[in-house]
């Protein structure tokens, strides 16, 4: 091989990896158009031939990609897997649940090397604005989210379609938004909540109360479980019976005012089911200070298994928040390396077991 093969051969390589880092380093980002073949062959004085043999070869290796009468550009997928940070947002950090599912996300992830950049929500949707406009300009690998009342329309769907165009891979914890294609890890809601009112049933209970999160879509799987159970069972559902209360008394205070406000206006009912344990432990509170007793006087089940329930003695649905970390983690990752369609844009739901206890009475039908 003579001089001048070996020179072309350097300068070759020299700019394959000049591009590469500067995508790495962040100064080429997702989507960026690269420079031109005019002034690459300046910069490092080359042919046009050694600058298209160079793009090419980036080309097959998924680092750049050509658009026809424009140019060379940054291919998306690429520049995500070279950054190293997941986005995740949630809707409470100090909450009993949440806590517990960031520590298996977060074990996971830094094993692989990545960071995590953290927003809590408060389920507030100018929270969740934020911190897509901010993942959407910045060169985050993936996001792991918790939708924000995600039973209702939500005007933040924009950001999640910019996230969409720029090939950002993202997954959806606990719930989903109807018109947003991707996928989505959930524990069993409605599995869980069907089984729990069956067991009241087949206790002899007709008169079922319930209390559902209105603006949640974990609040609506919840009551549908509950709606298929007494269905099934030939009992109708009654609106009298049924309570719901919304994100806005997420406060202590006024979340125990909006549960009494509900307990006073409910039909006679020998059974309960709460939508978690910190609403079971509301509920308990106003039986406390009415002389009303679990099972005693009302049977009670509940959803999540937390130290509420437990100390309350009430039957749970034990949250599986172990296993949804986990698979919140490795799915994201699997997007990250072969693409957002490595995952199928659909809820994978974790079977979900109850925690039993001695809170069903039985009673004659």
Known sequence: MDDSSKNFNFKYIILKQWIVDNIKNKTFRQGDKLPSENLLCRKFGISRQTVRNAMAQLS???VVKKVRGSGMYVNKTFAAATSKTVGILISYLNEYIFKHIFKEIETVLKLEGYEIDLCISENRIEQERGFLERMYHSDVAGLIIEGTRSALPNPNIEYYRKLEEKEVPFLFIHNYYSDVKCPSILMDDIGASKKMTQMLI???HTDIAGIFKGDDLQGHRRYLGYVQA???????VREELIGWFYSNYDNNILLEISIKAILDTLDYYT???AYNDLIALEINRFYVQN???IPR?????SFDDGAASSNLGIISAKHPKKMLGIEAAMRILRMIREGRDAIPPVPYVINTEL????SIKKIAR
């Open 271 to 273: 059974a309960m089911i």
């Open 297 to 301: 006087n009302v049977s009670m089940v």
């Open 60 to 62: 097959e290796e998924g």
């Open 291 to 293: 002389g009303i007793s």
């Open 202 to 204: 087949e206790a002899g």
């Open 355 to 358: 925690a039993l206890r001695d």
């Open 230 to 236: 007494l269905g099934e069972a030939g009992i109708p």
